[in-house]
């Protein structure tokens, strides 16, 4: 019969694959924002309303560098316990592969008979640490060694649940075997029993060679009888040799019947459909494919000395990952020359007294979440504060978030709506952010504090995934 080929025709795989592809290559520019001004309380965030609204919650905006997105799978790290096996008659989920020592395998076979009834029901007791090919282990597992995963690509997914993936093909174990099951259930007794003792199946092909299957067996006839007379029943199945030339074809019925000539054809029949066996494609094994890479990790961090080289605000309360953010001028805000350029998207002011009556500003008067309301009738909207600073004796430096950044200018006045105190503008500094520029593919909680008496440099860090 012909191999359809076992490579997953997996669109999420290539989707995540594409995804992360875009941001390394500069064609998407990612960033991510911290930001909020009180503690989150809503178990939902991403939320299409609350995307419309995040923006004005952004209070620094940093570059995602592109080394620290990456394709991953899960980090199915080896312990003594049942796992499942890869198939290639149906894709599952799961344990099917595991890591060790920063070595990935996948798990051929869970059972040294590899009886379907016993698919994930037997311990493993030995871990696998071979870094080539397959290796079966006393304990009945089977691994096929996948990849090692360098330091590199572990110090940029910084994450022990999480492995990164590289874009490659295994070629070592194209077109040979990759998986064998049968159904012992299935076969009606008279039919398990053959006269030969454990015989080895080679597999033919017009294509492949070198493959070998083995029914394992146990004695069934007397002790007495003579070797003509002996008979065995089957018990299992195994592999002798995976293929030396890769196989794009093969015969198990021909194969079956060559090997047992003396067995009927309904016999071969019957056993013949309890087997399942699968080959890799003959180009290869996609790693990304076969252990369903289809995430991408986002990771964000940013120290506190970047933080306070450009905001006043010490807490954060939210951060969420962007897409596309722009300037009011309307090109890019990042580009593939800026990675380590950060940008506050608060507007700052400063206010001073309202004339020679009014109220003298200090720092104590505003606290974070005290809302600013500007003096112009047709403005609608406030600004609620994030950060204040005494900038002199007679004025402070006040960190706004808003969805409207001219509602503040200088000259105008602004009301603290917590006393009713007046103040004039006399500085505005808005972001050069364009607001509500690009889209946001994530929102989550935090809660990041950085203490004015800190010497030690802090740093936010935080991890996206994103499913496709």
């Given amino acids: 019969m012909a191999l359809s080929s076992l490579s997953a025709t997996n669109f999420s795989v290539k989707n995540a694959q594409e995804f992360v592809n875009t941001v390394k290559n500069g064609s998407r520019i990612l ?3 911290i930001g909020g001004s009180q503690e989150e309380t809503s178990t939902n965030l991403n939320t299409e309303n609350r995307r419309y609204e995040v923006f004005k919650d952004a209070s620094v905006i940093s570059k995602i560098q592109p080394s620290h997105v990456n394709v991953v799978a899960p980090n199915i790290v080896w312990t003594k316990q049942i796992y499942q096996r890869w198939k290639s008659d149906t894709i599952i ?7 060790n020592n920063n070595n990935v395998y996948l798990i051929l076979s869970n059972d040294e008979f590899n009886r379907k009834n016993y698919d994930a029901k037997i311990f493993t ?13 006393d304990d009945g597992y089977s691994y096929l060694y996948l990849y090692t995963i360098t330091a590199t690509d572990k110090a940029n997914v910084n994450s022990a649940n999480w492995i990164s993936v590289p874009d490659k093909i295994l070629t070592s174990h194209a077109g040979k075997i990759i998986y ?6 299935s076969i009606s007794a008279s039919n398990l029993i053959i006269n030969k003792k454990d015989p080895v199946i080679p597999i033919l092909s017009d294509t492949g060679s070198g493959a070998e299957i083995r029914f394992r067996t146990h004695v069934v006839s007397s002790p007495y009888a003579t070797t003509s007379e002996k008979r065995y029943k089957i018990i299992g199945i195994d592999v002798v040799n995976y293929g030396t030339i890769p196989y794009a074809d093969y015969d198990l019925e021909s194969s079956l019947m060559q090997a047992l000539p003396e067995q009927s054809y309904a016999q071969i029949y019957d056993i013949l459909t309890s087997i399942t066996l699968g080959f890799s494609s003959i180009e290869g094994i996609s790693l990304r494919e076969i252990l369903q890479a289809k995430y991408a990790l986002v990771t964000c961090q940013l120290d506190s000395s970047e933080i306070t080289s450009i905001s006043d605000q010490r807490q954060f309360f939210n951060f969420g990952v962007l897409e596309d953010i722009k300037r009011t001028t309307g090109e890019s805000l990042f580009t593939g020359s800026d990675e380590n ?7 700052k002011l400063t206010i001073a007294q309202l004339g020679t009556a009014g109220y003298v500003p200090a720092k104590e008067d505003f606290e974070r979440t005290d809302l600013l309301i500007p003096q112009i009738t047709s403005k609608v909207q406030k600004g609620t504060l994030v950060s204040s600073k005494q900038a002199t004796s007679v004025t402070v430096d006040l960190e706004v978030h808003t969805t409207d950044v001219n509602l503040y200018d200088v000259g105008s006045q602004v009301k603290l709506i ?3 105190n007046t103040y004039t503008i006399v500085d505005v500094e808005k972001p050069v952010v364009k607001q509500n520029s690009g889209k946001s593919l994530h929102i989550g909680p935090c809660n990041f504090n950085i203490d004015n008496s800190e010497v030690v ?4 860090f935080a991890q996206v995934i994103q499913r496709f």
């Avoid at 989920?93 to 595991?98: E, K, M, T, W």
């Avoid at 007791?125 to 282990?137: A, D, E, L, N, Q």
């Avoid at 440099?457 to 936010?460: A, C, E, P, Y």
Wanted: charged share 10%; glycine share 4%; hydrophobic share 30%.
């Fill in 31 to 33: 960033s991510f924002f």
């Fill in 93 to 99: 989920s799961g344990n099917y592969y595991v890591t």
């Fill in 125 to 137: 007791s030995i871990p696998p640490t071979h870094t080539s090919g397959v290796m079966t282990y």
């Fill in 180 to 185: 064998i099951s049968i159904d012992i259930n």
């Fill in 341 to 347: 350029q950060k940008f506050s998207n608060n507007v």
């Fill in 418 to 420: 917590k006393n009713n």
């Fill in 457 to 460: 440099n802090k740093r936010f």
